[in-house]
């Protein structure tokens, strides 16, 4: 029976059980879509975001304990809710005052200068094949709607490709030349 029961261990400590984590919304021209970005950390560490939630609610899928929906308004950005606890089925709206020094929302994202992506399509894998000739996943791409925000103001809107790569997996490619090592570490031609 010992023989059988280490194998099964094994295997069920590799497995991770991960609840997928609430994700901020971004309206533009009434359409929300989910954001995988959190402008309200361009303002706050995580510490002090925190430590201004009163009566903290969370759950599994919303450890920060918040959420927030942002809305791209007349070249603005605003954050239009702040709520805790976003599991249950009507969430609290967090007090504006103690993070922004007004009494109601919206509250306009003046401090924010980054940039907001919205996914358009699918996430594609990318591959290399290995000196064994097996493919290597080496990152993924998708097609999304940048927002680029300057002072909570938007400066640029385009289309573009995304395309992440992970380095550490592109090396381990049978096509690289000796070029890209120089180009993972920093050093190019």
Known sequence: MHNYLLPVLLLYSGMCLATHQVREVFVVEGQAHGIELFPLE???????????????????????????????????LWLTSLVQDSCSQTPPLIDPV???????????????????????????????????????????????????????ELVERSRQTINQDWEERQQLCADNTPWDFFNWIGISK
């Open 42 to 76: 361009s303002l706050y560490n995580y510490d002090d975001i925190q430590a201004k939630l009163v009566d903290r609610g969370w759950c599994t899928a919303n450890w920060r304990g918040y959420k927030g929906s942002w809305e791209l308004k007349e070249g603005k």
């Open 98 to 152: 103690p993070f922004f020094g007004q009494s109601a929302y919206p509250v306009k994202a003046s401090w924010f200068s980054e940039k907001i992506e919205v996914r358009l399509g699918e996430i594609v894998p990318t591959y290399c094949k290995t000196k064994d000739d097996e493919p290597l996943q080496t990152g993924y791409t998708y097609d999304a709607m940048v927002y680029v925000f300057s002072g909570g």
